[in-house]
């Protein structure tokens, strides 16, 4: 099974912080690239950061400095850590996975052609 879930989106003021998290299925969880991602209303799906097998982690322009991708091998869960939140970043956020090169996430790191996707969860910052 693939099946990945999010949670942990809401609404928070400019400057907050939110951590979402994304249970993964064991059998993708140890065998994928995961990433997170978002798409606002009216724009194309953005790419976030992503972490491979081994743990090393690659960020997009828009998620440096201010979120961090993480993973809890004990609990098949992704992190998304975002602080300093701004209203621009008011989207559905997704975490995906990616198995077809055996955990190792491929250039370019912003792409958003992942195969397998979870629901979404929505996050939304007020000024």
């Known amino acids: 099974q693939v099946w990945l879930v999010e949670s942990g989106g809401g609404s928070v003021q400019a400057g907050g912080s939110l951590r979402l998290s994304c249970e993964v299925a064991a059998y993708t969880y140890v065998s994928a690239c995961l990433g997170w991602f978002r798409q606002a209303p009216g724009s194309e799906r953005e790419g976030l950061a992503m972490i491979g097998l081994d743990g090393r982690t690659t960020y997009v322009n828009s998620a440096k400095g201010r979120f961090t991708i993480s993973k809890d091998n004990a609990k098949n869960s992704l992190y998304l850590q975002m602080n300093s939140l701004e209203p621009e970043d008011t989207a559905m956020y997704y975490c995906?996975?990616?198995?077809?090169?055996?955990?190792?996430?491929?250039?370019?790191?912003?792409?958003?052609?992942?195969?397998?996707w979870g629901q979404g969860t929505q996050v939304t910052v007020s000024s």
């Open positions: 995906a996975a990616d198995r077809r090169w055996e955990g190792n996430c491929r250039q370019p790191y912003d792409r958003t052609d992942f195969p397998d």
